[in-house]
């Protein structure tokens, strides 16, 4: 770290903010005021909880590639393996239906997001353990390969159990339950989803930033072997974050299962390639930047929806993607690094 010389009060100069940093303010809010003024506040919230959806996933994308630089593509897989466990457990207490009584709603949410959290953070160490680690010193396209190969399985063993059609998942939250914004009707149920999104976000930089397990993280993806030499055990940093990066896309899992209703085997793979694009969208290894890009591709489909483009949507959110990359090939707030040795 770069030491900064000390000054006193006197002679310290009061910051400045430049026009570009007036600019980094001001162009979001305008952009947000313009979207909520074009799409009206249902589908702005609409669209604020959809790509809620796409930044828990692609916060695990991110991390696993901050760490060992691999583009885990079965990530998508267990988003989709987390709605299944999401539904399994509702199922298996007996919730066909509403709660409409407020207190076990809220104890039957936390039991469902503790679970399906905990199951496919349990799976995520697994799968590391057993798929990538022995490829960590491999050439990048073995692991990349490894990756595709483990999405195959999840999405052959989940449609072994549940075959390969779309069943149905327990909507517990009310679907009438509304709080009125600006004269327009919003689901209490897209309040929640992006209150709990965004408190799992929170929560993450957080542990990130101010923790001892956040530190080693941030140590091993600046320079594994430095970290390895000052004490940092990597193949438990490493483990931790396949176990945070797979707990939160259960929780997008349970999420998505309570918003729509419905589960397919195949159901990753269109959630993780945008939750991917997402990442690489707001910079891939920047944890802000991924949920930013989740965020950013939720109102790009919505906004296509509202247009009348509803079907461009996919092409809208890559060509947006492809324009961003020409002229910030890191992203929208990643860095761009050299090739580490």
């Given at each position: 770290?770069?030491?900064?010389?000390?000054?006193?009060?006197?002679?310290?100069?009061a910051?400045?903010?430049?026009?570009?940093?007036?600019?980094?303010?001001?162009?979001?809010?305008?952009?947000?005021?313009?979207?909520?003024?074009?799409?009206?506040?249902?589908?702005?919230?609409?669209?604020?909880?959809?790509?809620?959806?796409?930044?828990?996933?692609?916060?695990?994308?991110?991390?696993?590639?901050?760490?060992?630089?691999?583009?885990?593509?079965?990530?998508?897989?267990?988003?989709?393996?987390?709605?299944?466990?999401?539904?399994?457990?509702?199922?298996?207490?007996?919730?066909?239906?509403?709660?409409?009584?407020?207190?076990?709603?809220?104890?039957?949410?936390?039991?469902?997001?503790?679970?399906?959290?905990?199951?496919?953070?349990?799976?995520?160490?697994?799968?590391?353990?057993?798929?990538?680690?022995?490829?960590?010193?491999?050439p990048?396209?073995?692991?990349?390969?490894?990756?595709?190969?483990?999405?195959?399985?999840l999405?052959?063993?989940?449609?072994?159990?549940?075959?390969?059609?779309?069943?149905?998942?327990?909507?517990?939250?009310p679907?009438?339950?509304?709080?009125?914004?600006?004269?327009?009707?919003?689901?209490?149920?897209?309040?929640?989803?992006?209150?709990?999104?965004?408190?799992?976000?929170?929560?993450?930089q957080?542990?990130?930033?101010?923790?001892?397990?956040?530190r080693?993280?941030?140590?091993t993806?600046?320079?594994?072997?430095?970290?390895?030499?000052?004490?940092?055990?990597?193949?438990?940093?490493i483990?931790?974050?396949?176990?945070?990066?797979?707990?939160?896309?259960?929780?997008?899992?349970?999420?998505?299962?309570?918003?729509?209703?419905?589960?397919?085997?195949?159901?990753?793979?269109?959630?993780?390639?945008?939750?991917?694009?997402?990442?690489v969208?707001?910079?891939?290894?920047?944890t802000?930047?991924?949920?930013?890009g989740?965020?950013?591709?939720?109102?790009?489909?919505?906004?296509?929806?509202?247009a009348?483009?509803?079907r461009?949507?996919?092409?809208?959110?890559?060509?947006?993607?492809?324009i961003?990359?020409?002229?910030?090939?890191?992203?929208?707030?990643?860095?761009?690094?050299?090739?580490?040795?």
């Open positions: 770290m770069t030491a900064v010389p000390a000054t006193s009060d006197a002679g310290r100069a910051p400045r903010v430049g026009l570009g940093g007036v600019l980094r303010i001001l162009v979001p809010i305008a952009l947000l005021v313009a979207a909520w003024l074009y799409m009206g506040p249902e589908q702005f919230v609409n669209a604020l909880t959809r790509g809620a959806i796409y930044a828990l996933i692609a916060l695990g994308y991110t991390m696993v590639y901050g760490i060992i630089e691999l583009i885990n593509f079965a990530h998508g897989d267990m988003f989709m393996v987390g709605a299944f466990v999401s539904l399994s457990f509702l199922t298996f207490l007996g919730f066909t239906g509403a709660i409409t009584d407020i207190g076990l709603l809220a104890v039957v949410l936390f039991a469902t997001f503790v679970v399906s959290m905990g199951v496919m953070g349990v799976i995520g160490v697994i799968i590391e353990r057993f798929a990538y680690k022995p490829l960590r010193r491999a990048r396209l073995a692991p990349l390969i490894t990756a595709i190969g483990v999405s195959f399985i999405q052959n063993v989940v449609q072994l159990f549940y075959g390969p059609y779309q069943t149905n998942s327990p909507k517990i939250f679907d009438t339950w509304f709080v009125e914004i600006a004269g327009a009707k919003i689901p209490v149920l897209s309040l929640f989803i992006i209150a709990v999104a965004v408190s799992l976000m929170i929560g993450l957080l542990f990130i930033g101010r923790t001892r397990l956040g080693s993280m941030r140590a993806a600046a320079d594994r072997d430095a970290a390895a030499l000052m004490g940092v055990n990597i193949n438990r940093t483990a931790i974050v396949f176990l945070i990066g797979s707990a939160l896309a259960g929780a997008a899992g349970v999420v998505n299962g309570l918003q729509y209703g419905v589960a397919t085997f195949n159901d990753g793979f269109q959630a993780g390639l945008k939750a991917f694009t997402a990442a969208l707001g910079g891939i290894g920047n802000i930047g991924a949920a930013l989740g965020f950013i591709i939720g109102f790009i489909e919505v906004i296509a929806v509202v009348g483009y509803g461009w949507g996919p092409a809208i959110v890559f060509g947006t993607l492809v961003v990359l020409v002229f910030r090939p890191a992203g929208l707030l990643g860095t761009q690094l050299g090739e580490r040795a």
